[in-house]
């Protein structure tokens, strides 16, 4: 393991072999392991051997593409004052743009041992290696630039919020063996479906590799909404057909080819780590202290602004950094048109509260990749004062709730609804004039995945 770089983050394959960036601002060292393809054991492990910074780096020569590779961060265990670092779990990269296995609901992906009396505060030694997805070596050729968007204006935009499976899984004319698939989702009978409703953009629910909470394993349930993000350049395999990740880009060209944007909903707010209860996988391992927000004063708790147990920490550079590449990633090589934030009010917290110059919207004003895709926001959060809708910057447009049940009071023949109705459909003026936002800020939707559905 030679010295490598620090400007590349995640495990970069240059032909020669592989260059691995990681960031932690509070580790003492930081370990890549790599397994075997046949059983998944683990075969090597390497520490990075420089540091420039919060990155650590090294560079493997001779590592192939489809290797596959975990992290192990070591420093203190200290819950009392925000740092969770245990060697014994493995981690996921952030960076990395596959992953292979699932996930256990099993006792030894707590860095804690939850038999204990003193929960979080004690240490578990049990590895989690068997238990947990590999980060995988990807092959740059899988992930050239990927462009041909329809660029629909946004006064034009007809949005169809949908599920990849359940859009196709009872779908009749969807062929069996695609069926749940990215491959399906774009495949002629919906495409047929989609083109003949005058839609313009398919809005996806959540497609960044999730994880299945424990509590709904427990009853035999899984995550079907996909609101548990873990890989932030991942697509989740859960959805993969004969073609894997390359079923992904091939469903982007379809819709592309048929002249229909792609929107991706996703949740940067929060991950599947959850509260200080919750199992060690990727981001609490790496640096707990940076990644998520803490409760001033008590750092082994949680701020909570999300309702899902922990809050990303988007105020920090280099969490902001992670962000930032994930989006861009998923418009230059995923061919992506666009962005849903679910609860973007969270993305703009700063720790003075709620910021619309915060350094997140700063980031995206000022980025050349982003500056020509569709953003919306989720204008809401359960934090404190997390109600914001109309507060966002020009550059967004906003889930209109009141439009929502403005329509349905119109719908069900209340009173004075036509005279609300119209001003919802004019744009919400009372809402969005202003700072020179136009009336398609307001996103007029009648149903979404929260509550009744369209049907």
């Keep these: ?23 932690s601002e509070n580790a003492s060292k930081i370990e890549v392991c790599l397994f075997s393809r046949e059983d998944h054991s683990e075969i090597a492990r390497y520490a990075l051997p420089e540091r420039t910074g919060p990155i650590w780096h090294g560079y493997l020569e001779g590592l192939p593409a489809g290797a596959l590779y975990g992290l192990r961060a070591h420093g203190t265990y200290a ?19 596959e992953i292979e296995g699932k996930w256990s609901n099993v006792h030894h992906v707590f860095g804690y041992d939850p038999a204990s009396s003193a929960l979080d505060l004690s240490f578990d030694t049990r590895d989690s290696a068997p238990f947990v997805p590999k980060s995988v070596v990807s092959d740059p ?14 006064e034009e935009a007809f949005i169809y919020e949908t599920h990849v499976k359940g859009m196709t899984m009872e779908h009749p ?19 047929e479906h989609l083109q003949k409703l005058g ?9 960044h590799a999730f994880v299945d909470d424990s509590f709904l394993l427990d009853k035999g349930l899984k995550n079907y909404w996909g609101y548990n993000s873990i ?67 008590q750092p082994r708790y949680y701020v909570n602004d999300t309702g899902c147990g922990n809050t990303v920490n988007i105020s920090h ?30 993305l703009g917290r700063e720790h003075h509260g709620f910021d619309p110059n915060g350094s997140f919207f700063d980031a995206l004003r000022q980025d050349p990749v982003l500056a020509g895709v569709k ?81």
């Design 1 to 23: 393991m030679r010295s490598g770089t620090p400007h590349k983050l995640g495990a970069q394959l240059d032909g020669g072999g592989v260059n691995f960036g990681v960031f």
């Design 79 to 97: 819950p009392e004052n925000g740092h969770r670092f245990n060697p014994h779990k493995l981690l996921l990269d952030p960076y990395t743009r």
């Design 141 to 154: 050729s899988l992930f050239t630039p990927l462009g041909n968007h329809p660029g629909h204006p946004w």
């Design 173 to 191: 004319g969807v062929d069996a063996a695609l069926r749940g698939t990215y491959e399906g989702l774009a495949s002629e009978p919906v495409l």
């Design 199 to 207: 839609v313009t953009t398919v809005e996806i629910m959540p497609v």
């Design 231 to 297: 890989g932030f350049f991942a697509a989740e395999p859960r959805y993969f057909g004969p073609a894997g990740i390359a079923g992904f880009r091939e469903m982007v060209r379809r819709f592309h080819a048929a002249g229909i944007e792609v929107i991706l909903d996703v949740v940067y707010n929060h991950t599947a780590e959850g509260d200080h209860r919750g199992p060690t996988l990727c981001f609490r391992g790496l640096d707990n202290a940076s990644y998520y927000r803490l409760i001033n004063g």
């Design 317 to 346: 550079p280099q969490v902001l950094r992670l962000v930032m590449d994930s989006l861009r990633y998923w418009v230059t090589v995923m061919g992506i048109d666009g962005f849903r934030f679910d609860l973007a009010t969270t």
């Design 375 to 455: 953003l919306i926001a989720e204008p809401w959060d359960i934090g404190p004062g997390g109600y914001r809708l109309g507060e966002f910057t020009p550059e967004f447009a906003e889930w209109n709730d009141t439009a929502r049940d403005t329509f349905r009071k119109f719908w069900r023949g209340d009173a004075h609804a036509a005279q609300e109705l119209g001003a919802r459909l004019l744009g919400s003026a009372e809402k969005f004039d202003r700072n020179g936002r136009r009336a398609w800020s307001s996103i007029n939707f009648v149903a979404s995945h929260d509550g009744f559905t369209l049907n």
